[in-house]
């Protein structure tokens, strides 16, 4: 079973699932293909099992390694840097086609995918919870919706990469994702938001004024 998954991931990764048949993996290890389907109850099933296979191999890395890191941006970096080396570089292949089968519309796949993301990004989602009770992150902001904000920014660099061939400097990239991401995250600053407000109290002053 192990060969038959390894077989899958290379022609997967390669071909995309579209173009990938289980003859041809069948092929490559001198098995017939019903030896496959002894295993694995379809092509998809198949297909299933390498994408979880792989995301539990880059997931114990994260959690293994996250908690070795200190301080929380130096945490964040390690997150942005390492999934975008991931994908771009040492797993450009599954990346694609995670992407790609991402969006499909088969509900049982859909369902498999948000649990395998769920447990990926668990450790940032760890590391925020504990910096916003330091206060070190702006303390009203759903944890959901920061995690969106970090994962989303990278998946519009990977896109960008899949679609279009664009690989950036994966170091300068992670660099500067961080950067903009703990700018947002980071509590409002008590004097600017004073500052704010007192502009807020006299531009609702002026249009009193305007309207009287």
Not at 67 to 93: C, D, I, N, Y
Not at 136 to 160: C, F, N
Not at 172 to 186: K, N, V, Y
Request: charged share 25%.
């Amino acid at each position: 079973m192990k060969e038959i998954l390894a077989a899958a991931r290379q022609t997967f990764s390669e071909q995309g699932y579209e173009r990938s048949t289980t003859l041809d993996i069948a092929r490559q290890l001198n098995i017939s293909e019903a030896t496959i389907f002894s295993y694995f109850i379809s092509k998809r099933d198949l297909c299933m099992h390498v994408i979880k296979g792989w995301y539990d191999e880059i997931t114990q890395v994260i959690e293994s390694e996250l908690p070795l890191v200190p301080g929380t941006r130096a945490q964040l970096h390690f997150v942005v840097h390492k999934h975008l080396v991931t994908l771009m570089q040492e797993g450009s292949g599954m990346c694609r086609l995670v992407l790609s089968e991402g969006r499909t519309v088969d509900d049982e796949f859909a369902s498999l995918l948000v649990e395998l993301k769920r447990r990926y990004t668990s450790p940032l989602m760890k590391v925020l919870a504990a910096a916003q009770r330091a206060g070190e992150i702006r303390p009203q902001a759903p944890l959901s919706l920061l995690r969106d904000i970090a994962y989303g920014s990278m998946e519009h660099v990977l896109w960008d990469y899949v679609a279009n061939g664009n690989k950036p400097d994966i170091d300068a990239t992670a660099e500067q994702l961080t950067s903009m991401l703990w700018a947002a995250f980071m509590p409002v600053q008590p004097v600017a938001e004073k500052l704010a407000q007192f502009h807020r109290e006299v531009a609702d002053a002026l249009r009193r004024i305007d309207s009287a």
